[in-house]
């Protein structure tokens, strides 16, 4: 099984903490939050994991390279940028990567959380969809793509950062899905997957509501409560 982790953002929410790191490595509880993540995937048998880079990725390679000495079953590999292509394009342009592949999984690095991969992952292969949305509960919808389930769990309506939100269930950056996604990927140099794929796969995908700690550190209020909840 392998991963997308989409950190190639400047994080300038997040300044001055992002001044001289990139946003995947500001520290959470002592360690760089791509520390959490490698430990994520670990533990749900990820065996290889793509991480995009742009903004000051020479502290990701330097992580890259103590990590993959330590032979923990998961490797990490590094895509730069040198344009960004959005959340979508970078997964386009490396589709060879999961080639071989049932399954893979696309996650935003903004986000701090112990989702049980494992379990989104059965539910995925349960429902047969196309695509499975983590979704969580928000308080500030308005800056979310929101989604709306039937009682199947089926998505039946997706609006990426409405103006007037029909409800509080947000997308929270984790999908599992396989290759006929990019059936659905237009032929744009930038690709947005909350603006260019998502609002396509609507009554093809499902929702997945994450019970487990999430929270998206972009911001410094948001970082400062991870520093006060995160517990591992």
Same mark, same amino acid.
């Given at each position: 099984?392998?991963? /997308?982790?989409?950190?190639?953002?400047?994080?300038?929410?997040?300044?001055?903490?992002?001044?001289?790191?990139?946003?995947?490595?500001?520290?959470?509880?002592? $360690?760089?939050?791509?520390?959490?993540?490698?430990?994520?995937?670990?533990?749900?048998?990820?065996?290889?994991?793509?991480?995009?880079?742009?903004?000051?990725?020479?502290?990701? $390679?330097?992580?890259?390279?103590?990590?993959?000495?330590?032979?923990?079953?998961?490797?990490?590999?590094? /895509?730069?940028?040198?344009?960004?292509?959005?959340?979508?394009?970078?997964?386009?342009?490396? $589709?060879?990567?999961?080639?071989?592949?049932?399954?893979?999984?696309?996650?935003?690095?903004?986000?701090?959380?112990?989702?049980?991969?494992?379990?989104?992952?059965?539910?995925?292969?349960?429902? %047969?969809?196309?695509?499975?949305?983590?979704?969580?509960?928000?308080?500030?919808?308005?800056?979310?793509?929101?989604?709306?389930?039937?009682? %199947?769990?089926?998505?039946?309506?997706?609006?990426?950062?409405?103006?007037?939100?029909?409800?509080?269930?947000?997308?929270?950056?984790?999908?599992?899905?396989?290759?006929?996604?990019?059936?659905?990927?237009?032929?744009?140099?930038?690709?947005?997957?909350?603006?260019?794929?998502?609002?396509?796969?609507?009554?093809?995908?499902?929702?997945?509501?994450?019970?487990?700690?999430?929270?998206?550190?972009?911001?410094?209020?948001?970082? %400062?409560?991870?520093?006060?909840?995160?517990? %591992?």
């Amino acid at each position: 099984m392998k991963a /997308f982790l989409l950190a190639a953002g400047y994080g300038t929410r997040l300044r001055p903490l992002t001044d001289s790191i990139p946003k995947c490595m500001v520290p959470i509880c002592g $360690r760089p939050l791509l520390c959490w993540w490698m430990d994520l995937f670990e533990k749900h048998s990820i065996t290889e994991v793509l991480i995009n880079t742009h903004y000051l990725p020479d502290a990701v $390679r330097k992580f890259i390279e103590v990590y993959n000495k330590q032979n923990t079953g998961t490797k990490l590999i590094e /895509f730069y940028e040198e344009k960004l292509l959005g959340s979508g394009g970078t997964i386009l342009v490396n $589709r060879s990567f999961i080639e071989n592949e049932e399954n893979f999984f696309v996650c935003y690095a903004d986000n701090l959380t112990n989702t049980d991969l494992s379990k989104m992952l059965e539910f995925h292969k349960k429902k %047969q969809s196309l695509l499975t949305m983590g979704l969580f509960h928000t308080n500030k919808p308005k800056e979310c793509g929101i989604a709306a389930i039937n009682d %199947q769990q089926l998505i039946y309506n997706f609006v990426e950062k409405p103006i007037n939100p029909k409800n509080d269930l947000a997308n929270a950056g984790i999908y599992v899905t396989d290759k006929t996604i990019f059936d659905y990927f237009p032929q744009n140099n930038f690709i947005d997957f909350g603006k260019d794929i998502l609002p396509n796969l609507v009554n093809k995908m499902y929702g997945y509501e994450i019970k487990d700690y999430l929270l998206d550190i972009g911001n410094l209020d948001n970082y %400062q409560k991870a520093e006060e909840e995160w517990h %591992q």
